[in-house]
């Protein structure tokens, strides 16, 4: 056992520490109610005992975790409860489990991003369990007159074995409810756990099936209108002018008008990024209505001056113009050609080429991509003079809180946020912009609404993932050694490089430069962003190195991980070698690498971000000419894993967006207009061209967990590209593949 | 507007809207069935399909003037408890990620598994490429028919 100072929050017990006498109810509103996680009905007990924000019992032992975090398909609503069960020790069949409200006070982080839930939940919700578990263990002892020491737990009774007495942990909820928070509690050994590593199914997963309302769109209230925006069909274009003539006589409509979401005196931050801020907003009774006079209404646009607003303090732009990707590309071309921002350079890069016997030098691109979660934008809100109530999807409700407040005019404390299950994120949801329009229409319409985009709407309305190219260049002695290498990497508004990531490390001479063009397509978070792309360039790169040098990709960077483990270049590269080699042997032993079948063409690949480890070997096969990803096998190392099947299912999920993004992803402009507006156009991965396996297996290791939502997506495109390369003799650079495939 | 009378789930409703009004909108936001889901109007996602006189259809653009009369059946009424094989097979396979696409999904597959009882991964691949899942949980589903159509065997 560990012991550790229990430093969580003094406000997170004080509810409990308020209470006399008796224990806390706390009330919930949400329709859908209570979920068990195991069987189908658990009874519900009249009281509950709070013993702190996670954790409430009640008199008959039935419990009820508190999942912090926003849900977007993570599954986070049932791998971070499975934590507190865990160290409070109790059966897993009398868990219920209630998505918490955003509530600073009470949580730490509630927010899903950058891989981070189980990470930086692992301490916080274990120390929560095991407190929990020590105040009913107290109790007991007060009761039973014994030492604590002498008091065991097990799966929801405490046990005393001396006398024999036990009891279950409703019997002293409310009495442990009562008790000082004690200073420190000692955590299980993870040898010890129960439920941690195993496979618990998701605790919603009767209410998806059977079509319960979960979602922020499924959300309803009395007095509820629907509330849809028209926005700019361009970027570099902005609101001057509508005819509301016709629309505001339609069916349904109760009003039209505009609103700015933000103004110009907010400060804002990363988050609020927005492409517009002025829309003509139609407000009706139904979703149908509102959408026929949203065509009727006659929107008149013009170009937009360079767009000034304040981030963090300091004045940023967004330049004018109507951008177009064949600009882009050029534009980006250039650069590449141009001496970018150097941010790392080890040896002597530059005299290395010059005198290198031979020089490998490759671009890679991507194009932009936008997110595409299955769940359109939406947003319930309902503000009066003064609070405000919010419902739906949002990954991120404590970067928008302030905006809010700033925005309606109200104290933080009269916002509140709920957080709905979001149908998928990848990032977008993030960006809290629908957050604002709702608040700011519901105010302006004096009316609870629900904000609702179409799809055209969201894919047209930005927060993209940018478009990026990157340049590798690798010299070469006369022995056909590596002797220096080269990474320069831009895009279209955001450099991706990670200067200190492998191979930086791992080669005597090396060299990293970024660059960036500004641009008013706004952009974002893109499930494993910046990641997602130098994944694809440098293990692409790296492949098309060993064939040069004759090796093999796998034998090729376990010699360079060696060197990066044993003799490491520079002070500061953001891996650990032996860890992202260990992923790669893994992979190497499951895929039986070393075997090949007739008409089966095989690429590997491995990244290191978000603080896990993947390697993937992908088997491909081509179909009439058309590339099609028959299986995969994965390793991984992101420490202890929580909910086994739950992560083979993210892993899979994240290697099929992979496979789908790497051959079809793109959404190309022109004149400021996003080429592609719907699934028609916007090609998607589908079922058949779904991989008929994929095989995830884990590192056993004792590490603290880190992220699994983003790091097995990334090294997806380039085991695609490699084993593109084997079956086709030619290498590809440009995503999406199928593209480059076509123009052969 | 005109009053159009609905067959949903086994019960009657009657509906005062234009007749244009696509089903799905209808069982949203008039009649509060919000398990079929609204993903891109434009036919090309699955997340809206429904039964109509046991065919699926996209509801998104199916005028509610089509449904007029005729049986539509909605992930609400595929089974009462959630005990339909496919229910089943999709909870013991644990299919869901974010689960918005699931009910379009669950609807598509059942339509299969009456006209194919016991579908190879082609016959799947076919009947379920309409449906969209963007969290990537396609080989679940796969997994997931295969075991609903022994589960549905078993029945018989
Ligand atoms: S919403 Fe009907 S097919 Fe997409
Ligand atoms: S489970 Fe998220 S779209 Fe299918």
Redesign the interface.
Known sequence: MTEVKNNMGRRSFLKAALLAGGGMIVHFSWPVGSKAAGKDALEIPEEWFEMNSYIKIGKNGVVTLFNPNPEFGQNVKTSLPMILAEELDIDWEQVIVEQADFYPERYARQFTGGSRSVMEAWSPLRTAGATARQMLVLAAATEWKVPASEITTQQGTLLHAVSGKQAGYGEFASAAAMRPVPESVKLKNVSDFRIVGSSKSNVEVKNILMGKPLFGLDYKTDGMLIAMVVHPPAFGLRFRSMDDSVAKTMPGIKSIFTIDSLTEDIDQNIFDATSFTKFAVVVGNTTWEVLQAKKALKVEWEAEPERIFTMGGRKATFPSGLESTEVHRAKMQELTKMPGNVSRRDGDPEKAFQSAARILERTYTAPFLAHNAMEPVNCFAHVTADRAELYGPTQAPEFILGTLSQRLGLPKEKILIRLARMGGGFGRRAYGHHLIEAAVISKHAQAPIKLVYTREDEMTAGIYRPTYSATYRAAFDENNQLLAFHVKAGGIPESPLHANRFPAGAIDNYLAEGWQIPSNITVGAFRAPRSNFMAAAEQSFLDELAAEMGKDPIDFRLELLERARTNPIGERNDYDAARYAGVLELVREKSKWKETTEGVHRGVSAYFCHNSYVAEVVDLVMKNGIPKVEKIVAAIDCGIVINKDAAINMAGGAIVDGIGNALYGELPFKDGVPQKNNFTTYQLIRMNEAPKEIDVHFVKNEKDPTGMGEPPFPPTFAAVANALYKATGRRFYNQPFINELKSS | ?ATTNLKINGKEYSVD??PS??LL?VL???L???????????A??G?CVVHLEGEAVRSCVTKINRAAGKEVV???GLSEH?DHPL?KA??QV??????????GQ?MSAAVLLREIPNPT?ED???A???????????????EAIHLAAEIQTKLK
């Open positions: 507007m809207v234009d009004t696509p909108w949203r936001d008039h509060n069935l919000v398990g079929t889901k609204y993903g891109c109007g434009v090309a996602c997340a909605t992930i609400e959630g229910q999709w909870e644990d299919v869901p990620q974010c689960g918005y696409c699931q009910s669950i991964d799947i691949d076919l379920m490429t309409g449906n969209i899942c963007r969290c990537g949980t396609y080989l679940r589903i796969r």
